[in-house]
């Protein structure tokens, strides 16, 4: 069973760091594109990241360029989202999601997610 879990959310204020997690089971990551998304407030689902092999190729969302890295580590078979710099508007739930044989570039079809985690940045 494919499976994503999300954690590493919580409250920080501006100007702060989190570091999110994304462990994957059921499936090996070198097979699959990896992304984080998010969803605030009356707002829709934004990508904000995106990971793919063979060659680690990424996608960064223009509104978190220089602040936000995602990294994978198939060993441990789990995905990160480095957020440092953290604005209000960056609060939302962050999702986790997977795309077999996907390509960042190349417009990915996402077929798993995770149950998201909560990130409130304070002002």
């Known amino acids: 069973e494919v499976q994503l879990v999300e954690s590493g959310g919580g409250l920080v204020p501006a100007g702060g760091s989190l570091r999110l997690s994304c462990a994957a089971s059921?499936?090996?990551?070198?097979?699959?594109?990896m992304g984080w998304f998010r969803q605030a407030p009356g707002k829709g689902r934004e990508e904000v990241a995106c990971?793919?092999?063979?060659?680690?190729?990424?996608y960064y969302a223009d509104s978190v360029k220089g602040r936000f890295a995602i990294t994978s580590d198939n060993a441990k078979n789990t995905v990160t989202l480095q957020m440092n710099s953290l604005k209000p508007e960056d609060t939302a739930v962050y999702y986790c999601?997977?795309?077999?044989?996907?390509?960042?570039?190349?417009?990915?079809?996402?077929?798993?997610w995770g149950r998201g985690t909560q990130v409130t940045v304070s002002s």
């Open positions: 999601a997977a795309a077999f044989r996907g390509l960042c570039s190349g417009g990915p079809n996402w077929g798993s």
């Open positions: 059921g499936f090996a990551l070198d097979g699959f594109a």
């Open positions: 990971i793919s092999p063979p060659n680690d190729s990424t």
